[in-house]
């Protein structure tokens, strides 16, 4: 990776360029994932950040990237942050899904499908999660049959974040008996024949999430991402650049903390208490910004086991900051959180102790890679 002469001029370069940037009509920062109503605003502001170079600033520039550091994406979260817009329109496609297409896939499915997530055209969804393979991703059951022309795919996937407004989906499925040898990837396009979309409503009133049935979907075989049994390698990959992709979002949390002191000042809700509160949660995010930085310097390795530090690190911190919506807006936190973007980040803060790899699967990782403790039982009947 590049390093950046000066992040400084990378920040109020792109600071100005966010104060002037036209904002597409209804476009608001939701996060990794857009909902349904979210996605036309969500492509139009992918594409004037295409236009501007912003748009996937991590790709190597022969992708139309800028093959930028990590300190200039870091840059990129924390003003993206401060102005209020999301950083891409889905974070499946630009982070998750392209990584693995320049690694894994051909020259044909690189020419067909980057230029399209670079621009915001396509929204992808990762199809790996099942009712039984969350954390045990390997037992999963979805399967590909390989016929004369391809494959047919039955199976049900859930938790499918963006799945109902998507048009290619990362899909991770059983092509053999192995645990992890027996699965491989494939390039799904949603609106195939036999793919079922049942979105799901969340305690938040939102419906990102999603299950995905698959009956009888036939897909030629030019869609496989990889070689037959290369799925747990573009899986692990993928999860590997998720995690970055997490602790790239921490740094935006300096802001949340910021709405969260306006709205108690504004309520006059400021107590010797909170304002403990408030120390320890900055200290808290000042120490992992910090640690994150100097991770990335340290060891860009995706399978670093210090990026599951950072993921607890940040995803606890992110749920205590959600928490802390609770003293801050007192009875207000039960109004309507439709309309109260504290009360919502409250609801949904948790998610990221959940998203990515739980944070015992981290711990599990960091007793298992870091401090040599046993390793955990594996279902044998996967
Ligand atoms: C906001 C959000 C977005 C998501 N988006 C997607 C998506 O787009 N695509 C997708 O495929 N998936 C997605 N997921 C699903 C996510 O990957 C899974 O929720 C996650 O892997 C956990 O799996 P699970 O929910 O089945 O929980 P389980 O794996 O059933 O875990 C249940 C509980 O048991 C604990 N546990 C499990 N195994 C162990 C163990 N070995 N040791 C200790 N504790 C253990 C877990 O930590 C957890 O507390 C998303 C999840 C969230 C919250």
Redesign the pocket.
């Given at each position: 990776m590049q390093e950046t002469a000066d992040p400084a001029q990378f920040r109020s370069e792109l600071r100005a360029w966010l104060e002037s940037a036209p904002r597409p009509e209804g476009l608001r920062d939701y996060g990794?994932?857009p909902t349904v109503e979210d996605v036309p605003a969500g492509r139009a502001w992918q594409r004037l950040l295409a236009d501007a170079g912003y748009s996937c600033l991590h790709w190597p520039v022969e992708y139309g990237g800028r093959d930028a550091s990590i300190m200039e994406q870091a840059v990129f979260a924390e003003e993206t942050a401060r102005a209020g817009v999301p950083k891409q329109l889905g974070i499946?496609g630009t982070n998750l899904a392209a990584p693995v297409i320049m690694r894994y896939g051909t020259d044909a499915q690189r020419a067909r499908y980057l230029e399209p997530i670079r621009l915001g055209d396509h929204l992808w969804?990762?199809?790996?999660?099942?009712?039984?393979?969350?954390?045990?991703?390997a037992s999963l059951r979805s399967r590909a049959v390989a016929q004369d022309d391809g494959w047919v795919i039955d199976g049900q996937?859930?938790?499918?974040?963006?799945?109902a407004a998507a048009d290619y989906g990362l899909l991770i499925a059983r092509t053999g008996p192995e645990r992890h040898k027996g699965l491989t990837a494939f390039i799904v396009p949603m609106d195939l024949p036999g793919i079922e979309v049942r979105p799901i409503r969340q305690m938040d009133d939102e419906s990102?999430?999603n299950e995905v049935f698959f009956a009888g979907v036939r897909l030629p075989d030019e869609y496989r991402l990889g070689a037959v049994g290369q799925g747990w390698a573009v899986a692990t990959a993928t999860l590997g650049t998720e995690r970055l992709s997490l602790g790239a979002q921490s740094v935006s949390m300096f802001s949340d903390l910021e709405a969260m002191i306006a709205a108690a000042a504004q309520r006059d809700r400021i107590t010797p208490l909170l304002g403990d509160e408030f120390v320890s949660l900055w200290t808290r995010i000042w120490l992992l910004r910090a640690t994150w930085l100097r991770a990335v310097y340290d060891d860009s390795s995706l399978d670093s086991p210090t990026f599951s530090v950072l993921k607890v690190m940040s995803s606890e911190t992110h749920r205590d900051l959600g928490d802390l919506a609770v003293d801050v807006l007192g009875l207000d936190v039960t109004a309507d959180f439709r309309d109260n973007a504290l009360a919502r980040k409250m609801l949904?803060a948790r998610?990221?102790t959940?998203?990515?790899?739980?944070?015992?699967?981290q711990?599990?990782i960091l007793a298992e890679r870091v401090l040599g403790l046993p390793r955990?039982p594996v279902r044998k009947d996967g």
């Open positions: 990794p994932t499946v969804c990762q199809l790996f999660s099942e009712p039984e393979a969350g954390s045990d991703l996937k859930i938790w499918t974040s963006a799945a990102k999430f949904v998610a990221q959940i998203l990515g790899g739980t944070s015992e699967i711990r599990n955990e």
